[in-house]
């Protein structure tokens, strides 16, 4: 049986086009323009992903209240965000009422089905048996890789796939230096490496947030990135 995406948009063009890629990989797939009427319709049946919008018509923030309402409804349905509003206080935002990625419309189709993919596999390994887990442990650091977790000193940190995947690939071997574009391959990102270092900031104050001493990732001056030997 085919998942099916929720897509919470007020521009109609813009729903159509992500709603026909999205079909042509094989999701069903349905639009809603407002907060209101998608509440009406996940009442009645939620679907298995939602991709939701900031600003909904009338509401400059109808976005992040729909997902406040289903995080309480559904704790683990997957919620994406895709907004125009990407600025670090819109994403932590987005990711503190329980979003589980936060991408901004500059994305390409190809990043977004991407992440809709990780998201589903990340879904299907809470499902699945733990027996099958990776677990990365370095000091402080608990890197669980089927179930996209992360954690510092026994506290989650909420990071988005993007994020996920950029710890991920500095963890693996700490103490080598990473790239910028080694840090966008891994993340499966094809941003400017501004954009890359825009990141890596957001990182670190999530980390800090949990442990103001937290010091792990190392900024290599011309070179890149890396996580402390």
């Given at each position: 049986?085919s998942?099916?995406?929720?897509?919470?948009?007020?521009?109609?063009?813009?729903?159509?086009?992500?709603?026909?890629?999205?079909?042509?990989?094989?999701?069903?797939?349905?639009?809603?323009?407002?907060?209101?009427?998608?509440?009406?319709?996940?009442?009645?049946?939620?679907?298995?992903?939602?991709?939701?919008?900031?600003?909904?018509?009338?509401?400059?923030?109808?976005?992040?209240?729909?997902?406040?309402?289903?995080?309480?409804?559904?704790?683990?349905?997957?919620?994406?965000?895709?907004?125009?509003?990407?600025?670090?206080?819109?994403?932590?935002?987005?990711l503190?009422?329980?979003?589980?990625?936060?991408?901004?419309?500059?994305?390409?189709?190809?990043?977004?089905?991407?992440?809709?993919q990780?998201?589903?596999?990340?879904?299907?390994?809470?499902?699945?048996?733990a027996?099958?887990?990776?677990?990365?442990?370095?000091?402080?650091?608990?890197?669980?890789?089927?179930?996209?977790?992360?954690?510092?000193?026994?506290?989650?940190?909420?990071?988005?796939?993007?994020?996920?995947?950029?710890?991920?690939?500095?963890?693996r071997?700490?103490?080598?230096?990473?790239?910028?574009?080694?840090?966008?391959?891994?993340?499966?990102v094809?941003?400017?490496?501004?954009?890359?270092?825009?990141?890596?900031?957001?990182?670190?104050?999530?980390?800090?947030?949990a442990?103001?001493?937290?010091?792990?990732?190392?900024?290599?001056?011309?070179?890149?990135?890396?996580?402390?030997?």
């Open positions: 049986m998942r099916t995406i929720a897509i919470v948009e007020d521009e109609p063009a813009i729903a159509a086009n992500y709603a026909e890629a999205l079909r042509r990989y094989g999701y069903q797939v349905a639009t809603f323009a407002d907060r209101a009427g998608a509440l009406a319709a996940f009442t009645l049946r939620l679907p298995d992903l939602v991709v939701i919008d900031v600003g909904l018509g009338a509401e400059a923030e109808g976005g992040f209240e729909l997902c406040r309402e289903l995080r309480v409804r559904a704790p683990t349905l997957p919620i994406l965000f895709l907004s125009a509003r990407d600025t670090d206080l819109d994403v932590i935002s987005g503190r009422l329980g979003a589980d990625d936060y991408l901004g419309k500059s994305v390409s189709l190809a990043q977004l089905t991407a992440r809709i990780a998201l589903f596999r990340r879904l299907d390994a809470l499902r699945g048996p027996a099958r887990e990776t677990v990365l442990r370095l000091r402080g650091l608990t890197l669980e890789v089927e179930r996209m977790r992360v954690a510092w000193q026994d506290a989650e940190i909420a990071l988005t796939v993007t994020e996920f995947w950029m710890v991920h690939a500095l963890v071997h700490p103490g080598h230096v990473r790239s910028r574009e080694q840090l966008m391959r891994e993340a499966q094809e941003v400017d490496e501004a954009t890359v270092t825009s990141h890596v900031k957001r990182i670190r104050r999530k980390f800090e947030a442990d103001p001493a937290f010091a792990e990732i190392e900024t290599m001056h011309g070179a890149g990135y890396r996580w402390r030997p």
